[in-house]
């Protein structure tokens, strides 16, 4: 009983001041995802002169405990599978990966669909015209948003012959790579008219396979505008009306970081 006394006090606030409920967690809108991101494997697509997809087994098994245990040890090029271009990778004193801002990973998509002239011309460089002609149909690129070139070439992935021009390794295979680009005058357009947070392509680098001078990537990175490469699964994707969300891996100092981008699109 003495307890009880001891107790009532507290029930009483407790009748006047009853918790308040627990808030609900926010409702995401109805939607699809789609990862845009290649798996990481012996098959991964890298650079010819780049070190490929590394994999090896720690354990993997029973313990002497006798419960299953599993770990590995994986070893990638920053460039290589799907990944991300840091601007320091063509712009001394620019941003390394773990700089990048968040703000400009995650973001409204844009995707420029040049696949059927692609098709028939493996050099086929995204122009200015291209990018015109997506916003005389879809309005003007919003500022901040994500811009995906969609080429085609994905559908060769992860075949190095028929995605890069040639499965060869080392440095004289890079002369015989043959796949789409973005046009060095298209990136001037962007940067001096534009907002865009981010660009990315499904082929092996924001220039065109036969670049001996990497125009685009110093001119984006110039501006501190990183690049996503080897983009997968952009024929899944509208022209306008996605979400894109592209992290890399928070490498200190690195100049590109293998990526994981998804795209959420809307009911």
């Known amino acids: 009983m003495k307890n009880l006394f001891l107790l009532l006090p507290f029930l009483l606030l407790l009748a006047c001041n009853p918790p308040a409920q627990e808030p609900e967690g926010p409702t995401f809108p109805e939607g699809k995802w789609v ?19 590394g994999f090896d087994t720690v354990f993997a098994g029973l313990t002497e405990a006798g419960y299953y245990y599993s ?5 990638t090029a920053e460039h290589g599978g799907t990944h991300m271009d840091a601007p320091v990778h063509f712009a001394k004193g620019h941003a390394p990966v773990e700089q990048v801002p968040i703000e400009q990973l995650i ?11 692609a098709k028939g011309n493996r050099d086929y460089l995204v122009s200015v015209e291209d990018l015109q002609a997506w916003e005389a149909i879809n309005g003007q ?3 901040g948003a994500i811009v995906l070139l969609f080429t ?3 559908e060769y ?10 499965a ?9 790579l043959h796949f789409p680009g973005l046009d060095p005058k298209a990136a001037t357009w962007l940067t001096e008219n534009r907002k865009i947070g981010a660009i990315g392509l499904d082929t092996p680098s924001i220039d065109f396979g036969q670049s001996t001078l990497y125009e685009s990537h110093r001119i984006l990175f110039a501006k501190d505008i990183p690049a996503f490469e080897n983009v997968g699964n952009l024929d ?23 990526l994981r981008i998804v795209a959420w699109l809307g009911g």
């Open 168 to 176: 060869e390794r080392g440095p004289a295979a890079v002369p015989k």
């Open 35 to 53: 990862d845009l991101t290649h798996t990481f494997d012996k098959s991964t697509v890298y650079w010819p002169t780049s070190r490929a997809f």
């Open 157 to 166: 992935w992860p075949n190095a012959e028929q995605y890069m021009g040639t």
């Open 152 to 154: 085609g070439f994905g």
């Open 107 to 117: 973001g409204p998509g844009v995707v420029v669909d040049v696949s059927a002239k």
């Open 236 to 258: 899944q994707l509208p022209a306008s009306g996605s979400w894109i969300i592209a992290l890399p891996m928070k490498i200190k100092g690195g100049s590109g970081a293998p």
């Open 71 to 75: 770990a590995f040890n994986f070893q």
């Open 141 to 143: 690129m919003p500022d």
